[in-house]
């Protein structure tokens, strides 16, 4: 007999379990897969290229997110990670692979950035080692990968993490363009996630109806020769923490000094 269920993270914990090894990416013993993944630099990547997404480049440059403490959520080589550090961001960047980091921080050596790179499951990391809260926290990538019941752990690591008054960025796969569209219920039954989940706006925005919607578009498609990453097939949206109302400052009158 066997009764182990007593916590939000114990069933978590179990419906990791129903999905076969190879399926897990999100997981710290996901981390050999995607060493394997990010082990040969030369494969023809799409985003093993050293640029920022293009709309990332398009939110500070219009202003949308000033600089301030950001958090690179699945940061790969680091390619948006070194966009935030140059942009004035002082930046945390995680990612599950030793292999991935190693490489990030090479770029950031090479460029002279001061970035804090953490190899490890940014659900698992503690506030100490990620040092939020953070005016911004970027995914590229990130948020597709992981398993429906997934998504309650993202919600919660934005409580804790994300400032009032800060943003999320998101870029993850296009129904209709990349990642499976299958029911949630179905990648159970499976044990699988099918290279990913696609989402489409209705859904995005229902996950984060907490949160203000500031954009939300298809990912412009850049030419092999831009300054910037962009493939078509991909979600960008950015959304905004809502500052906590102010309460009313009390002066002179019924509550104040003479009431």
Known sequence: MDRHIRSVDDVLQLLDDMFAPEADRWTADAADWWDGFYADRAKPVPFFVSKPDENLASYID??????????????????????????GFDVDAVDLSPTA????????????????????????????????????????GCFHHLPPHRRVSYLSLLDRLLAPGGHLALTCFAAGGMGSELPDTDFYRQSRLHGGLAYTPEWLRWIFSDLEEVELRRMRDEPAESPYFGEAFLWTALFRRDTPAQPPAVGPGRYGPGS
């Open 62 to 87: 219009r202003g949308l997110i000033p600089a301030g403490r950001a958090l690179d959520l699945g940061c790969g080589p680091g390619r948006n990670a070194l966009h935030l550090a140059r942009s």
């Open 101 to 140: 980091v190693a490489w990030a921080g090479e770029r950031a050596r090479e460029a002279g950035a001061d970035i804090r790179f953490h190899c490890g499951d940014a659900f698992a990391l503690t506030a100490n080692e990620l040092g939020g809260p953070y005016d911004l926290i970027h995914d590229s």
